[in-house]
């Protein structure tokens, strides 16, 4: 079917303004971001593939000093990073120019040099939002030691080690690393099947810890999804 012609025959009132002035006000669901689509090419001449918004930010000490440490990651809304990043620049700043409206999580990583400290929330849920500017900014702690903890997501529906590991990968770590499976998704999910037993549910943001004090290959899964979410850590000496 041509495209003016589902246009017009699904929305004969829509124009792009009146769409991309209701959209900020509205959850963006897939739904929504392919009516978006449809209306993108219209009669004033307007033509882009996806409604988009600015994401910015910056990246400050607890001090409020500017710090030009590390990396930004890109998450969807369930978690999974699928490796979009922007670098924080010698001024603390990052960029992701124009991002595609709808829900995002933002990661901090700092390269063993720099931490988001609790109780401040890494990844950060934000919402991009159609012609306006995102912006966002991580307050870290500067450490010159190391941070030797490894980080697994377990998101909706998938383990994946952060920053960049393969979803449902092998995580390899050496013998006494402390491993933290970290819920970033919307439903409860389990590390069930290695050394360390179960789990049991782990909440949204709750998150599951484990010292590797035992060598081996061992395959773990989700108890709710362990069709879909199942994975494999490795201990090395
Ligand atoms: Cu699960």
Sequence with gaps: MP?????????????????????????????????????????????????????????VDMNGRAQGIGRIYL???????????????????????????????????????????????????IAVAAGAATVFQFRVVVSTTAHPDREIYAGDF?????????????????????????????VPHTVSGGPWGDSGPIAHDGNFMWTSNQLGTFSYRCTYHGTEMIATLQVVP
């Design 3 to 59: 495209r003016d012609q589902l246009i017009g025959g699904t929305m004969p009132t829509m124009n792009r303004r009146r769409f991309i002035a209701g959209v900020g006000a509205a959850v963006a669901g897939i739904t929504l971001l392919e009516v978006v689509e449809a209306c993108a090419s219209d009669s004033t001449g307007v033509v882009s593939s996806t409604v988009t918004g600015a994401l910015r930010g910056s990246v």
């Design 75 to 125: 998450l969807q809304k369930n978690g999974l990073s699928p490796g979009t990043y922007a670098d924080v620049d010698s001024t603390g700043q990052f960029d992701f120019g124009q991002v595609a409206t709808g829900e995002y999580l933002l990661r901090y990583w700092g390269s063993n040099q720099a931490d988001v400290p609790e109780p401040l929330v890494n990844p950060v849920r």
């Design 158 to 186: 998938f383990f994946q080690e952060q920053p960049a590991g393969t979803p449902n990968g092998t995580v390899v770590v050496p013998i006494g690393t402390v491993v933290c499976w970290y819920n970033v998704g919307l």
